[in-house]
């Protein structure tokens, strides 16, 4: 059979745009694999915002980074090639690499967010019913929330106690630790529960977790079982009721990151969005030497309910670290030279964006969605509907972004967060853009975003990494 290609079919593969798997050209799938068992392994040390500062800087130190804060209080000179981070309030994260070019020509930038929709406690939490203890909830982001009852669940996060000592938490990760949950109505009961709208059939007053049900031993205290809970709190943390009003205490899945599929081409792990980002990104500075312009790698918190807050991508952190990089490598230090360089900037807003799931037809328009792995996906805008939130990338940028990915071989499709009317959403692109940094999300396609167990192809986790190292050294 001849299987040469028609002058009609040639002429459609060079005028046409199409686009392909990428394990198609795959030739090291074990490089591919061997990074995404380390993403997996981070994941797993990373499911707070909090615990991913922690473990980045751990690996920023190794690579000889240094904190910003005792760069400027030391006064030290800071010269092309070396590595600097700052951390914000111990929930955002910036790294840079500085350039041969002055800061004035402007930078080379990846953003992500690092916090991820979750179950915050509040800040009364421990109640008693029915001889057992439950802690109240709060949720965090955009969730569906009957998809957090009935799985196992661990406790991140901080108690700061009235002298100011610090009480880190973390319970349900090892094998031998205690989970909670969140219990659910058995379907033989469930038929009002059922009739529901889906968003009304969980509420969220009754996102309540299981804590315990041992009573205390003393008949005439009221709420035993609660007095034992608190009495296991102050033997093993040394901790009192009120001290929980000062703390940060986070619910989120128990389960590890696994490997998805026969194949074991995919990644199915909490907290993906927006961590698989954020890991791709951090990992593709941290790969660089000398490049040409100041590179750096912002990673924010706050983002999935509006990146607010003075750790959020809306506060001027990263404005207030680029003005240091701008003073310390200059000699006539001015606002003008900070300007300058953010306007000179170009950032990929690196956030995930949702992949076209056939079990769920019509949410998307298929000429322009991304898929489960086709490559990095490009988004020239995000917003809601009438592109409102969006931040709408200029055309010269896209073309300069597809020209780097085409010349770097770095498998790519653009993209949109959904059909036109459907819904859509926002990252930090707007916030960045009005600084005056050039910016265009992209990033990986994710299966069930937003949900405990999130999904990703490990061919576009490495197609990100790869792009986001070559937008930092050819752009």
């Given at each position: 059979m001849d299987l040469e290609k028609t002058k009609g079919q040639q002429l459609l593969d060079e005028l046409g745009y199409k686009t392909k798997s990428a394990w198609e050209n795959v030739k090291d799938r074990e490089k591919i694999f061997n990074f995404c068992n380390d993403y997996k392994a981070f994941l797993d040390n990373s499911k707070t915002e909090r615990?991913?500062?922690?473990?980045?800087?751990?690996?920023?130190?190794?690579?000889?980074?240094?904190?910003?804060?005792?760069?400027?209080?030391?006064?030290?000179?800071?010269?092309?090639?070396?590595?600097?981070?700052?951390?914000?309030?111990?929930?955002?994260?910036?790294?840079?690499?500085?350039g041969k070019k002055p800061l004035d020509k402007g930078t080379r930038m990846l953003g992500a967010h690092i916090d991820s929709p979750r179950l915050d406690l509040k800040q009364n939490p421990l109640y008693e019913n029915t001889d057992m203890v439950f802690m109240k909830t709060h949720y965090y982001g955009g969730i569906k929330k009957y998809q957090w009852?009935?799985?196992?669940?661990?406790?991140?996060?901080?108690?700061?106690?009235?002298?100011?000592?610090?009480?880190?938490?973390?319970?349900?990760?090892?094998?031998?630790?205690?989970?909670?949950?969140?219990?659910?109505?058995?379907?033989?009961?469930?038929?009002?529960?059922?009739?529901?709208?889906?968003?009304?059939?969980?509420?969220?007053?009754?996102?309540?977790?299981?804590?315990g049900s041992i009573p205390y031993d003393d008949k005439d205290v009221k709420e035993k079982v609660k007095l034992n809970i608190l009495k296991f709190l102050n033997e093993k943390y040394g901790i009192i009721e009120e001290d929980l009003i000062s703390s940060e205490l986070e619910l989120v899945p128990a389960f590890k990151a696994r490997d998805v599929g026969l194949d074991r081409s995919m990644v199915g792990a909490y907290g993906q969005d927006d961590r698989v980002c954020a890991y791709t990104s951090m990992m593709a500075l941290f790969d660089l030497k000398n490049p040409e312009y100041t590179s750096i790698c912002v990673l924010t918190d706050k983002e999935e309910i509006g990146s607010v807050g003075n750790t959020g991508a809306k506060s001027r952190f990263l404005?207030?670290?680029?003005?240091?990089?701008?003073?310390?490598t200059s000699s006539n230090y001015s606002d003008i030279l900070v300007r300058r360089c953010l306007n000179n900037s170009v950032m990929l807003s690196a956030d995930v964006n949702s992949a076209v799931d056939p079990n769920f037809e019509g949410t998307h328009d298929k000429l322009n969605a991304a898929y489960l792995g086709k490559g990095v996906a490009v988004l020239k805008?995000?917003?809601?509907?009438?592109?409102?939130?969006?931040s709408d990338a200029h055309a010269e940028l896209v073309a300069r972004v597809r020209k780097v990915f085409n010349s770097n071989n770095i498998p790519w499709q653009t993209t949109e967060l959904g059909a036109v009317d459907k819904g859509g959403g926002g990252t930090i692109?707007?916030?960045?853009?009005?600084?005056?940094?050039?910016?265009?999300?992209?990033?990986?396609?994710?299966?069930?975003?937003?949900?405990?167990?999130?999904?990703?192809?490990?061919?576009?986790?490495?197609?990100?990494?790869?792009?986001?190292?070559?937008?930092?050294?050819?752009?």
């Open positions: 615990e991913y500062v922690k473990e980045a800087v751990k690996i920023a130190e190794k690579l000889g980074y240094i904190d910003l804060d005792k760069v400027v209080e030391e006064n030290l000179p800071v010269k092309a090639g070396d590595r600097l981070f700052r951390v914000i309030r111990n929930k955002a994260v910036v790294f840079a690499v500085i009852l009935a799985i196992p669940l661990s406790l991140h996060g901080v108690i700061i106690k009235k002298n100011g000592e610090v009480v880190n938490i973390r319970i349900g990760e090892n094998d031998n630790d205690p989970v909670f949950t969140i219990t659910d109505l058995l379907p033989h009961l469930a038929s009002d529960q059922m009739d529901k709208k889906m968003k009304d059939a969980v509420t969220g007053e009754s996102l309540n977790s299981l804590v404005e207030d670290f680029i003005a240091d990089l701008c003073f310390l805008y995000g917003g809601s509907r009438g592109k409102s939130g969006a692109a707007m916030m960045v853009s009005n600084l005056g940094i050039d910016v265009i999300d992209c990033g990986v396609p994710v299966l069930s975003m937003h949900s405990p167990f999130e999904t990703t192809s490990k061919i576009d986790i490495y197609a990100a990494y790869k792009g986001f190292k070559a937008f930092l050294t050819d752009f």
